[in-house]
């Protein structure tokens, strides 16, 4: 091989492994590939940007539900847990606990009369704004998450879509070059598939922060409706014993 050929074969190698890095795949892609590219990379950063968040939101609603819950079952007093805590709970099973003292305090001058009417009446208030404080403080956790899910379903197809309008590109170039060689169709093959990597990219973390993320809220729900009937079975016995 002559010396001028072979340094012309190393350099066509050279400038394709340039067209093949990540940046030359993005830079030599049209404009419908780009945008998807564009949109995938955006989507991929907003959901681990979620994923974050939503982490140290429930560490910190953990933390803050374990120390109320031991403060007040240590408490000889609820009314002075309310007081202590004040209308400013910090985490959803003291928003509950507040809400229920709340409606307890509002309604309490009601049971002088000693009708049994007025003691159920009380009660299902009671339950009532223990439940939608519990809904409330849920949608507020669980805000966004959905969009991890709607990543993980879409985002392959997207990337799908990228990959089918790369190839449809490759296929013209081919056709209008007639020249079927790898360095001519690796380029444009390489920039479809990078838009299927990319979407997989940013659906798979989703689908796994999705999981982990409604497993934990629905413990958590769980954690929330036992305390919700503790807390009213114990305002129950007060109603019972309340002259």
């Not at 050279?14 to 590219?37: E, P, R």
């Not at 998450?145 to 985002?155: D, E, H, K, R, T």
């Not at 990597?197 to 934990?216: F, Q």
Request: aromatic share 8%; net charge negative; charged share 20%.
């Amino acid at each position: 091989m002559e010396p001028v050929q072979a340094v012309e074969i190393a350099g066509s190698v050279a400038a394709h492994a340039g067209h093949l890095s990540i940046v030359g795949l993005f830079l030599q892609a049209d404009i419908v590939v780009k945008s998807v590219m564009l949109m995938l990379v955006g989507a991929s950063v907003w959901s681990w940007a979620i994923m974050f968040n939503k982490v140290s939101l429930l560490r910190g609603i953990f933390k803050r539900s374990e120390k109320f819950e031991d403060a007040f079952w240590s408490t000889s007093s609820v009314d002075d847990l309310y007081t202590k805590i004040g209308q400013q709970p910090k985490d959803p099973k003291a928003a509950i606990f507040c809400a229920a003292m709340r409606e307890w305090e509002h309604s309490s001058h009601l049971l002088k009369d000693g009708d049994d009417s007025i003691k159920d009446n009380l009660h299902q208030r009671i339950d009532r704004v223990m439940r939608v404080t519990m809904t409330r403080e849920l949608e507020f956790i669980e805000r966004s998450i959905p969009y991890l899910a709607s990543v993980g379903s879409i985002s392959p197809f997207v990337g799908l879509f990228g990959t089918v309008w790369g190839i449809m590109n490759s296929f013209a170039g081919i056709a209008a070059s007639k020249n079927t060689s790898l360095a001519v169709v690796a380029p444009g093959i390489a920039e479809a598939l990078f838009a299927t990597a990319l979407g997989l990219v940013a659906a798979i973390p989703a689908v796994l922060a999705y999981n982990k993320l409604s497993n934990d809220i629905d413990r958590f729900a769980g954690q929330l409706e036992t305390f919700s009937d503790e807390l009213s079975a114990i305002l129950a016995r007060r109603l019972e014993t309340h002259k």
